[in-house]
């Protein structure tokens, strides 16, 4: 729902529910959820008290895994149901890849790295990664389109660690 409201624009609990093939109640309880979390916001300039738009909060959602600690089970559940989406996302973009124009073929990237860090290093590494992204300038040239990035950034799965 948050990626629908952040690039369909707003919307009702109804029009979301349609395009999900969810029911309305419990739309309108997820929209609720992602409210009072911060995500979204209802758009006062549309509507009415029956008829509630909702728009995205922000233009991206970065997720600091920081808060995991006070969150519990509530952030491991959002961040694997994020996980998800990412994922989904990405298989959709590369079944697509073929279809795309010829000059967006060659553009973006599906590379890794894995580097030795400290946990300071990479928290560095990550907010300077961070600010390159947020300094990008959009264009409003008509050969622009929607890009997106997914900034995953964690330690390798299946770590040995030692005593502490």
Known sequence: MLGLLRTEGPATAT???ARLDLNTGATS?????????????????????????????????????RTREDGGEDVEAYLMTVAQLYGD??????AEMAF?????????TL???????????????????????????ESEDPDAAPFAI????FVRPGQAWGEE
Do not use: C, K, M
């Not at 996302?89 to 590369?94: F, M, S």
């Not at 997914?150 to 950034?153: C, D, E, G, P």
């Open 89 to 94: 996302r990405l298989r959709a973009a590369v």
């Open 29 to 65: 309880y997820h929209l609720r959820q992602l409210a009072q979390h911060g995500f979204i916001e209802e758009d006062t300039e549309r509507g009415n008290a029956r008829d509630r738009w909702w728009r995205a909060a922000h233009d991206s959602t970065r997720t600091d895994v």
């Open 111 to 137: 590379s890794d790295w894995e580097v030795r860090l400290t946990p300071a290093r990479a928290d560095a590494l990550v907010q300077e990664l961070v600010r390159l992204i947020e300094s990008a300038e």
């Open 150 to 153: 997914n900034l995953n950034a």
């Open 100 to 108: 795309l124009p010829e000059p967006w073929r060659a553009v973006g």
């Open 15 to 17: 029009t979301l529910a």
